[in-house]
Protein backbone atom coordinates (compact mmCIF):
# COMPACT_ATOMS: atom_id res chain seq x y z
CA UNK A 1 0.00 0.00 0.00
CA UNK A 2 1.30 3.21 -0.94
CA UNK A 3 1.35 6.33 1.69
CA UNK A 4 0.44 9.90 0.71
CA UNK A 5 3.15 11.42 -1.31
CA UNK A 6 3.87 15.18 -1.47
CA UNK A 7 6.27 16.93 -3.56
CA UNK A 8 8.26 19.25 -3.32
CA UNK A 9 9.67 18.29 -0.09
CA UNK A 10 10.92 22.24 -0.02
CA UNK A 11 10.62 25.12 -1.88
CA UNK A 12 11.79 29.32 -2.29
CA UNK A 13 9.63 31.28 -3.55
CA UNK A 14 9.90 35.36 -3.82
CA UNK A 15 6.75 37.18 -2.61
CA UNK A 16 3.93 37.90 -5.60
CA UNK A 17 5.08 34.66 -7.27
CA UNK A 18 2.81 31.74 -7.80
CA UNK A 19 3.41 28.08 -6.44
CA UNK A 20 1.78 24.50 -7.24
CA UNK A 21 2.38 22.32 -4.64
CA UNK A 22 1.37 18.07 -5.54
CA UNK A 23 -0.28 15.54 -3.84
CA UNK A 24 -0.39 11.79 -4.36
CA UNK A 25 -3.45 10.00 -2.42
CA UNK A 26 -3.24 6.49 -0.79
CA UNK A 27 -3.96 4.29 -2.49
CA UNK A 28 -7.77 3.11 -2.22
CA UNK A 29 -8.70 6.98 -0.67
CA UNK A 30 -10.80 9.35 -3.27
CA UNK A 31 -10.63 12.48 -0.53
CA UNK A 32 -8.08 14.68 -0.72
CA UNK A 33 -7.75 17.90 1.94
CA UNK A 34 -4.90 20.29 2.04
CA UNK A 35 -3.48 22.30 5.29
CA UNK A 36 -1.00 25.27 6.32
CA UNK A 37 0.66 24.59 9.27
CA UNK A 38 3.00 27.75 10.56
CA UNK A 39 5.53 27.53 12.97
CA UNK A 40 3.80 26.74 16.23
CA UNK A 41 0.39 26.43 15.22
CA UNK A 42 -2.10 23.73 14.34
CA UNK A 43 -2.63 22.85 11.03
CA UNK A 44 -5.26 25.29 9.62
CA UNK A 45 -7.26 23.57 7.16
CA UNK A 46 -7.59 24.97 3.42
CA UNK A 47 -10.02 22.76 1.56
CA UNK A 48 -11.20 19.55 1.08
CA UNK A 49 -12.10 17.60 -2.56
CA UNK A 50 -13.79 14.46 -2.79
CA UNK A 51 -14.40 12.72 -6.53
CA UNK A 52 -12.47 15.46 -7.71
CA UNK A 53 -15.02 18.42 -5.88
CA UNK A 54 -14.37 20.96 -3.28
CA UNK A 55 -16.57 19.85 -0.58
CA UNK A 56 -15.49 21.90 2.32
CA UNK A 57 -13.07 25.37 2.52
CA UNK A 58 -11.84 27.27 5.36
CA UNK A 59 -10.99 30.53 5.87
CA UNK A 60 -8.58 31.39 3.17
CA UNK A 61 -8.96 33.62 0.25
CA UNK A 62 -9.31 32.65 -3.30
CA UNK A 63 -5.34 33.13 -4.15
CA UNK A 64 -5.21 29.73 -2.68
CA UNK A 65 -6.92 27.22 -5.23
CA UNK A 66 -7.15 23.57 -6.10
CA UNK A 67 -7.58 20.68 -8.30
CA UNK A 68 -8.60 16.85 -7.38
CA UNK A 69 -7.57 14.83 -10.65
CA UNK A 70 -9.66 11.34 -11.59
CA UNK A 71 -6.77 9.31 -9.95
CA UNK A 72 -7.52 11.07 -7.05
CA UNK A 73 -4.46 13.11 -6.89
CA UNK A 74 -4.36 16.36 -6.03
CA UNK A 75 -2.52 20.29 -6.70
CA UNK A 76 -2.50 22.95 -4.25
CA UNK A 77 -2.29 26.47 -6.10
CA UNK A 78 -1.15 30.13 -4.36
CA UNK A 79 -1.37 32.69 -6.53
CA UNK A 80 0.09 36.13 -6.06
CA UNK A 81 2.35 34.90 -2.87
CA UNK A 82 2.66 36.52 0.56
CA UNK A 83 5.63 36.59 3.05
CA UNK A 84 3.17 34.87 5.68
CA UNK A 85 2.45 31.75 3.13
CA UNK A 86 5.70 30.93 4.27
CA UNK A 87 4.79 27.46 6.09
CA UNK A 88 4.18 23.62 6.15
CA UNK A 89 1.96 22.84 4.08
CA UNK A 90 0.34 19.35 4.75
CA UNK A 91 -1.72 16.99 2.08
CA UNK A 92 -3.98 14.46 3.95
CA UNK A 93 -6.26 11.23 2.04
CA UNK A 94 -9.16 9.33 3.61
CA UNK A 95 -11.05 6.79 1.98
CA UNK A 96 -14.66 7.28 0.83
CA UNK A 97 -15.32 11.21 1.89
CA UNK A 98 -16.27 9.34 5.41
CA UNK A 99 -16.33 12.48 7.66
CA UNK A 100 -15.23 10.28 10.28
CA UNK A 101 -12.19 8.54 8.89
CA UNK A 102 -8.75 9.08 10.29
CA UNK A 103 -6.10 11.77 8.22
CA UNK A 104 -3.19 10.46 6.50
CA UNK A 105 -0.66 12.79 6.46
CA UNK A 106 2.32 12.95 3.48
CA UNK A 107 5.67 14.43 4.90
CA UNK A 108 4.41 17.57 3.94
CA UNK A 109 6.40 20.71 1.64
CA UNK A 110 8.15 23.57 3.32
CA UNK A 111 7.45 26.59 1.40
CA UNK A 112 9.66 29.58 2.05
CA UNK A 113 8.43 33.08 0.72
CA UNK A 114 11.38 35.85 0.83
CA UNK B 1 -12.78 33.34 19.37
CA UNK B 2 -10.69 30.34 18.24
CA UNK B 3 -13.29 27.37 17.26
CA UNK B 4 -10.89 24.99 19.12
CA UNK B 5 -8.79 25.95 21.79
CA UNK B 6 -6.14 23.82 23.90
CA UNK B 7 -3.77 24.89 26.80
CA UNK B 8 0.05 24.86 24.93
CA UNK B 9 1.43 23.70 27.49
CA UNK B 10 4.25 22.23 27.88
CA UNK B 11 3.67 19.75 30.12
CA UNK B 12 6.86 18.42 31.27
CA UNK B 13 6.43 15.34 33.83
CA UNK B 14 8.29 12.29 34.49
CA UNK B 15 8.33 8.94 33.38
CA UNK B 16 5.21 6.96 34.54
CA UNK B 17 3.20 10.18 35.72
CA UNK B 18 -0.32 10.34 34.42
CA UNK B 19 -1.58 13.53 32.26
CA UNK B 20 -4.22 14.87 31.14
CA UNK B 21 -5.14 17.61 28.20
CA UNK B 22 -8.16 18.97 27.82
CA UNK B 23 -10.27 21.00 24.56
CA UNK B 24 -12.82 23.03 24.05
CA UNK B 25 -14.45 23.39 20.72
CA UNK B 26 -17.26 26.27 19.80
CA UNK B 27 -19.05 25.08 16.99
CA UNK B 28 -21.99 22.88 18.78
CA UNK B 29 -23.02 21.71 14.99
CA UNK B 30 -19.57 19.49 15.41
CA UNK B 31 -19.66 15.76 14.25
CA UNK B 32 -16.11 14.04 14.78
CA UNK B 33 -13.50 14.68 17.35
CA UNK B 34 -9.90 13.20 17.37
CA UNK B 35 -6.69 13.31 18.99
CA UNK B 36 -3.58 13.83 16.61
CA UNK B 37 0.10 13.20 17.66
CA UNK B 38 2.65 15.51 15.98
CA UNK B 39 6.41 14.80 16.31
CA UNK B 40 9.06 17.40 15.97
CA UNK B 41 9.17 18.26 12.57
CA UNK B 42 6.89 15.51 11.37
CA UNK B 43 3.50 15.04 9.97
CA UNK B 44 0.15 14.15 12.59
CA UNK B 45 -0.65 11.12 13.20
CA UNK B 46 -3.97 9.82 14.33
CA UNK B 47 -3.75 8.67 18.02
CA UNK B 48 -7.39 7.55 18.45
CA UNK B 49 -10.89 9.22 17.68
CA UNK B 50 -13.40 10.54 20.36
CA UNK B 51 -16.62 8.75 20.97
CA UNK B 52 -19.47 10.14 23.25
CA UNK B 53 -19.31 6.97 25.14
CA UNK B 54 -15.62 7.62 26.10
CA UNK B 55 -12.96 5.46 24.85
CA UNK B 56 -9.60 3.58 25.97
CA UNK B 57 -6.58 2.41 23.94
CA UNK B 58 -4.03 0.97 26.23
CA UNK B 59 -2.77 3.98 28.43
CA UNK B 60 -4.74 6.48 26.60
CA UNK B 61 -8.23 7.41 27.20
CA UNK B 62 -10.60 9.91 25.41
CA UNK B 63 -13.68 11.34 26.63
CA UNK B 64 -15.97 14.03 25.11
CA UNK B 65 -18.78 16.20 26.95
CA UNK B 66 -21.03 17.49 23.85
CA UNK B 67 -23.05 19.57 26.90
CA UNK B 68 -20.13 21.52 27.74
CA UNK B 69 -18.17 20.93 24.09
CA UNK B 70 -15.30 19.59 25.96
CA UNK B 71 -13.07 17.06 25.33
CA UNK B 72 -10.29 15.27 26.85
CA UNK B 73 -6.79 12.92 26.74
CA UNK B 74 -5.38 11.07 29.64
CA UNK B 75 -2.26 9.53 29.50
CA UNK B 76 -1.06 7.20 32.04
CA UNK B 77 2.33 5.79 33.10
CA UNK B 78 3.87 8.44 30.62
CA UNK B 79 6.74 7.19 28.60
CA UNK B 80 10.20 8.95 27.14
CA UNK B 81 8.35 8.44 23.61
CA UNK B 82 4.65 10.17 24.63
CA UNK B 83 7.15 12.91 23.86
CA UNK B 84 5.32 15.43 21.11
CA UNK B 85 2.57 17.67 20.15
CA UNK B 86 -0.84 16.60 20.97
CA UNK B 87 -3.72 18.18 18.36
CA UNK B 88 -7.10 18.24 19.13
CA UNK B 89 -9.07 17.66 16.16
CA UNK B 90 -12.88 18.83 15.26
CA UNK B 91 -14.82 17.86 12.22
CA UNK B 92 -17.45 20.75 11.29
CA UNK B 93 -20.31 20.84 8.85
CA UNK B 94 -20.49 23.97 7.48
CA UNK B 95 -22.14 25.73 4.29
CA UNK B 96 -19.40 24.63 1.72
CA UNK B 97 -19.04 21.22 3.48
CA UNK B 98 -16.88 19.29 5.80
CA UNK B 99 -14.29 21.73 7.94
CA UNK B 100 -11.45 19.94 10.04
CA UNK B 101 -10.21 22.69 12.58
CA UNK B 102 -7.20 21.56 14.88
CA UNK B 103 -6.15 23.11 17.91
CA UNK B 104 -2.60 24.17 18.06
CA UNK B 105 -1.81 21.47 20.09
CA UNK B 106 -0.30 21.15 23.16
CA UNK B 107 3.12 20.04 23.94
CA UNK B 108 4.22 17.07 26.12
CA UNK B 109 7.64 16.49 27.13
CA UNK B 110 8.30 13.18 29.13
CA UNK B 111 11.51 13.30 31.41
CA UNK B 112 13.63 10.51 32.69
Known sequence: ?114 | RKEVEQDPGPFNVPEGATVAFNCTYSNSASQSFFWYRQDCRKEPKLLMSVYSSGNEDGRFTAQLNRASQYISLLIRDSKLSDSATYLCVVNEKSNSGYALNFGKGTSLLVTP
Open chain 1, 1 to 114: ETGVTQSPTHLIKTRGQQVTLRCSSQSGHNTVSWYQQALGQGPQFIFQYYREEENGRGNFPPRFSGLQFPNYSSELNVNALELDDSALYLCASTPGGARDSPLHFGNGTRLTVT
